[in-house]
């Protein structure tokens, strides 16, 4: 079984400052571990996926998050915060080769102040 | 390239009625999967199917049942709607096994059982 906490309900940041959303992760298999967000009122975006191939993922508009497999954590980072960051962030595991049976942590919502 | 398509957008619904939230996908992916979003608890897979003729529950199948006749479309019935149902409903697919498959959401379908 599988099971993903996040750490943070609501993280609020400064434009032009870094974000940090907190995940740690629990998995009887080897994890795949992913970011997902959600702008109001729209479907969710893949940000990034780890796979195993490298510890640091890079995404898309900036992110990148680092798997530490001691800490069971996968977190996300930005270093400079962007007015459209403002979103909800999930943070997924699946077992690997199960990759369609994702389990949601419960949400991250951004917001960034000007 | 329309994706993952979800119809209809918004819906109400008296207890007890019946109904189907539809989900089409163009991208001839293997698998398929419904989601429900509830405030706080990120979301949560209900039905998944990993090619047409197979399908298996999830975590919260109960009240919802599912076919998959083609490859394209997955729809999700809701046999006796009742107000624990009212919920954000998403679709995904994905294309299959390996580091590529991730998957991809719908817009959703807000859903209120009164």
């Known amino acids: 079984a599988q099971s993903v906490t996040q750490l943070d309900s609501h993280v609020s940041v400064s434009e032009g400052t870094p974000v940090l959303l907190r995940c740690n992760y629990s998995?009887?298999?080897?994890?795949?571990l992913f970011w997902y967000v959600q702008h109001p009122n729209k479907g969710l975006q893949l940000l990034l996926k780890?796979?195993?191939?490298?510890?640091l993922v890079k995404g898309i508009n900036g992110f990148e998050a680092e798997f530490k497999k001691s800490e069971t954590s996968f977190h996300l980072t930005k270093p400079s915060a962007h007015m459209s960051d403002a979103a909800e962030y999930f943070c997924?595991?699946?077992?690997?080769?199960?990759?369609?049976?994702?389990?949601f942590g419960a949400g991250t919502t951004v917001t960034v102040r000007a | 390239n329309a994706g993952v398509t979800q119809t209809p957008k918004f819906q109400v619904l008296k207890t007890g009625q019946s109904m189907t939230l539809q989900c089409a996908q163009d991208?001839?992916?293997?698998?398929m999967s419904w989601y429900r979003q509830d405030p706080g608890m990120g979301l949560r897979l209900i039905h998944y199917?990993?090619?047409?003729?197979?399908?298996d529950q999830g975590e919260v199948p109960n009240g919802y049942n599912v076919s998959r006749s083609t490859t394209e479309d997955f729809p999700l019935r809701l046999l006796s709607a009742a107000p624990s149902q009212t919920s954000v409903y998403f679709c995904?697919?994905?294309?299959?096994?390996?580091?590529?498959?991730?998957?991809?959401f719908g817009a959703g379908t807000r859903l209120s059982v009164l």
């Open positions: 780890y796979t195993s191939a490298a510890t």
């Open positions: 991208m001839n992916h293997e698998y």
């Open positions: 995904a697919s994905g294309p299959g096994l390996g580091t590529k498959n991730i998957q991809y």
């Open positions: 199917s990993v090619g047409a003729g197979i399908t």
């Open positions: 998995s009887s298999y080897s994890p795949s």
């Open positions: 997924v595991v699946s077992k690997k080769g199960d990759d369609y049976k994702l389990s």
